[in-house]
């Protein structure tokens, strides 16, 4: 079954980088547009940022744009956002999310990560 593993979360201060990883498993990779979303306690997850299939086109929230960059391995299977100058308001569950290219709706997700910001 597809699967779809983030690691690399912690607690960081304020300022600090990070970048996380999905690895994804049971799908053909190559096919599929990967994103990520964030899910702060007692809001609503969103969207961070995206990236096509062939890493041709990519896509972020304005709160992250300047400070996240997003990149994927085909050779890996794995979807990397670089996570610069962190901000308190970034903490949040990371979740990485996978859709074919021929739909709209991303249908496979990862477990999530935690990433803390501190102060």
């Known amino acids: 079954q597809v699967q779809l593993v983030e690691s690399g979360g912690g607690l960081v201060q304020a300022g600090d980088s990070l970048r996380l990883s999905c690895a994804a498993s049971g799908l053909t990779f190559t096919n599929n547009n990967m994103a990520w979303f964030r899910q702060a306690t007692g809001k609503e997850r969103e969207f961070v940022a995206r990236?096509?299939?062939?890493?041709?086109?990519?896509d972020y929230a304005d709160f992250v744009k300047g400070r996240f960059t997003i990149s994927r391995d085909n050779g890996k299977n794995t979807v990397y956002p670089q996570m610069n100058s962190l901000k308190p308001e970034d903490t949040a569950v990371y979740y990485c999310a996978a859709r074919h290219w021929k739909y709209t709706t991303y249908n496979y997700w990862g477990q999530g990560t935690q990433v803390t910001v501190s102060s």
């Open positions: 990236l096509t299939w062939n890493a041709g086109s990519t």
